[in-house]
């Protein structure tokens, strides 16, 4: 079993920056991948960015070159740092951890981008 806890989410400005972070705790740890979904209001949940355990990275097209992901402890924390957010960055960020080919989702973490 795999716990996974977010942080890291609150009210920004346009162009401002945040760091999420996904803290992972449990036992018989073998993390394959690390991704970052995100469900704006009224709509589907999706990627954002994801991180394999060879430290290989993707990200959806409208945050490349603005969110990097990235982690520590042999996957045991991932982040995600946002820059130049906008507007339509406003959503509930979620971690996902796979595991052992299972999946394992965190509660969300809001971020709001607004002026």
């Known amino acids: 079993q795999v716990q996974v806890v977010e942080s890291g989410g609150g009210l920004v400005q346009p162009g401002g920056s945040l760091r999420l972070s996904c803290a992972a705790s449990g036992n018989d740890f073998s993390v394959e991948a690390v991704s970052w979904y995100r469900q704006p209001p009224g709509e589907q949940r999706e990627l954002v960015a994801r991180?394999?355990?060879?430290?290989?990275?993707s990200y959806r097209d409208s945050v490349k070159g603005r969110f990097f992901i990235s982690s520590d402890n042999a996957m045991n924390t991932v982040h995600l740092q946002m820059n130049s957010l906008k507007p339509e960055d406003t959503a509930t960020y979620y971690c996902k951890i796979t595991n052992m080919h299972l999946n394992y989702w965190g509660q969300g973490t809001q971020v709001t981008v607004s002026s």
């Open positions: 991180i394999y355990s060879d430290n290989t990275t």
